[in-house]
């Protein structure tokens, strides 16, 4: 493969993973697409602080302004509306106006005319809620993020009811002052996730299952399939089990996906133990957005000293959205010269044996990266940058 990155020499590599680009593939108009979004952002942020105003959070095309604590409601208002305002000149459509809109949340659900004060309880990215507060001091919901929630399947009460309930103890307990009671609710059965049999692999997880039942009982591809979690001290166990609406039945159908053997429902991580620390999930690309920080959040300055070339993040998306962040099925195509530089040259100094001693890597693989014939995983990168550190 030929890897082109951000600078001006490309380079030559042998992959055993790689990925083909679609048919209406165009790399320039796809950085244009989010380059002018983050344009629109910086201009919204720029015109926010200039107005003595602060901001939430914001996404692909959007911004949550928020008001100082000494500013009145009215005051706020207009220099919303002036910022909304601002990108009137810059609409390319046909349809006349701004293209930022006040959302509907906004509005008063008793008098929708009229604009009413919401409040945010943001934990980390796409990981928030909005509310008003009553005239008892109690939030009233009026959005609610699903992100961290959206693959489970519902313990209770429909699809939003649960997640509404968690939102409303995360947030009351945060006004009181402490941390959230998940066992007032409805959660301690074991946790499950649906997803499809799109995938060879995923359909040969149910190898062992589909040996002992008749092709119309078998799991087929495209059926919907059931994951559940193992608990902390058995993780050893991949538990899995064929789709049924009744939850009960599905936990005492569970199986190990790898052996075939039965599992034992008390060996399942429940909804509470999976959802336990979702109030404090951290916020890395801020200061002040650690596991148990609170309080506003500050923007974080780094150094680079490397790029990573990767793949497209959709790699193996389904299983890894459903059983989490999988080191093997990224793609990475090796990283910037720094780095590779600072590796060589400890290998010219010291020899591949000693570098491959320190390092616990074959001197085969050492080779294959010094002569730029594979790619400097992140991994690999860092196990060799801390071996040289030392030598």
């Known amino acids: 493969l030929t890897c082109y990155g951000h600078s001006d020499m490309p380079k030559s590599l042998d992959m055993n993973k790689f990925e083909m680009p679609g048919m209406y593939f165009h790399p320039l108009l796809a950085t244009l ?68 809109k006040i959302e509907d949340e906004n509005y008063s659900q008793r008098k929708p005319e009229r604009l009413e004060p919401l409040y945010c309880h943001a934990v980390s990215s796409k990981r928030y809620a909005l509310f008003n507060i009553n005239t008892d001091n109690k939030p009233i919901l009026r959005k609610v993020s699903e992100h961290g929630l959206g693959h489970l399947l519902a313990p209770y009460g429909g699809e939003t009811n649960w997640k509404n309930d968690l939102w409303l103890e995360i947030i009351q307990a945060a006004q009181e002052q402490h941390q959230p ?46 994951s559940l979690q193992p608990k902390h001290d058995r993780k050893q166990l991949k538990p899995a089990s064929s789709y049924s609406k009744n939850m009960a039945e599905a936990s005492a159908k569970c199986f190990d996906r790898q052996t075939g053997e039965s599992i034992n429902k008390h060996y399942l991580k429940t909804y509470h133990e999976a959802l336990a620390q979702y109030h ?83 001197i085969r693989h050492l080779h294959n990266i010094y002569h730029e014939k594979t790619a400097l995983s992140k991994k690999t990168s860092e196990t060799l940058l801390k071996a040289v550190s030392i030598l």
């Not at 302004?65 to 390319?92: C, G, H, Q, R, V």
């Open 33 to 100: 697409i989010t380059g002018a979004a983050r344009l629109m952002l910086s201009i919204t942020e720029n015109l926010t602080v200039d107005a003595g105003l602060d901001w939430a959070f914001c996404d692909t095309d959007s911004m949550a302004l928020a008001k100082p604590d000494t500013m009145s409601n009215e005051t706020f208002y207009e220099k919303a509306e002036t910022i909304i305002a601002w990108f009137e000149s810059i609409n390319p459509y046909e349809k006349s106006g701004s293209i930022l």
């Open 181 to 226: 009671n998940f066992k007032k609710l409805d959660l301690d059965k074991p946790a499950i996730s649906r997803y499809g049999a799109t995938s060879p692999v995923l359909l040969r997880w149910f190898k062992h299952y589909n040996q002992d039942n008749s092709y119309s009982t078998q799991v087929r591809p495209f059926n919907f399939l059931l």
């Open 280 to 362: 404090l999930h951290p916020e890395t690309k801020f200061l002040n957005g650690e596991y148990l920080d609170k309080g506003k959040t500050n923007r974080r300055h780094i150094n680079v000293h490397s790029i990573q070339y990767i793949g497209k993040e959709a790699n193996k998306w389904e299983e890894q959205y459903i059983l989490g962040y999988d080191v093997e099925s990224q793609i990475e195509y090796g990283t910037t010269e720094k780095s590779l530089k600072v590796i060589i040259d400890a290998i010219k100094q010291h020899g591949f044996k000693t570098v491959s001693q320190a390092s616990k890597l074959s």
